[in-house]
Structure formats: structure tokens, C-alpha cells
Nanobody, 119 residues
């Protein structure tokens, strides 16, 4: 059974920092692209950042320079270090694991963790 368990969300003032963690089980973690998505009320879910199995990272323009994604394959964990937070970063943050299998993409999602930034 695959599980992605997020932690580290909470309430923070604008300009503050948080670190999200996502612990994965039931998958060969090192072979998956790991990502963080977020969804604010009334908005679609959007990609925040992802990190490929080889370590290459990709960020949404809105978070470049403020958020950093990393992974620890020995701990089956992906992190999102969030700094200089803004009110518009308020959302539910979801962990995602995905990989290609033939012609299809396998996707797993965590349950989400709330991040609220007060201005």
C-alpha cells in the first residue's frame, strides 16, 4: 500500500519560513519524481516544485528564489523549504510521486497539509 504523509504545515506570518516534509512508503522512492503541488480556495491545483530521481529540480515562477525542494532517498522523504512566505502562498500543499510506466503515468498523492500565511 502506497502512502505519502505530509507534515510541517501551519500558520506563519508573512516573511516567515516553514519546512514541509513528505514521507513515502510502499514505492521504490528513488525511481519516482517527487513534487509539491498546492491548491488555494477557488483555484486549480498547481505545481509548486518537483525533483527528478536524478536530482534535477523545477519550480513555478512564483516561488523561485523563495522555496527549495530537496529529497533524501535514504529516508524516502521529500522536503519543501519555504522562506519569505507571502499571503498568496496560503493553500493546501500536496505531495506527489509519479513515474512513467510504459505509456502511462503512475501518480500518488498525499492527503495535503494546510499552509496559512498571515499578512
Amino acid at each position: 500500500q502506497v502512502q505519502l504523509v505530509e507534515s510541517g504545515g501551519g500558520l506563519v506570518q508573512a516573511g516567515g519560513s516553514l519546512r514541509l516534509s513528505c514521507a513515502a512508503s510502499g514505492i521504490i522512492f528513488s525511481s519516482y519524481t517527487m513534487g509539491w503541488y498546492r491548491q488555494a480556495p477557488g483555484n486549480e491545483r498547481e505545481l509548486v516544485a518537483n525533483i527528478l530521481s536524478g536530482g534535477f529540480t523545477n519550480y513555478a515562477n512564483s516561488v523561485k528564489g523563495r522555496l527549495t525542494i530537496s529529497r533524501d532517498n535514504a529516508k524516502n522523504t521529500v522536503y519543501l523549504q519555504m522562506s519569505s512566505l507571502k499571503a498568496e502562498d496560503t493553500a493546501v500543499y500536496y505531495c506527489n510521486a509519479n513515474r512513467l510506466q510504459g505509456r502511462r503515468t503512475i501518480n500518488y498523492w498525499g492527503q495535503g497539509t494546510q499552509v496559512t500565511v498571515s499578512s
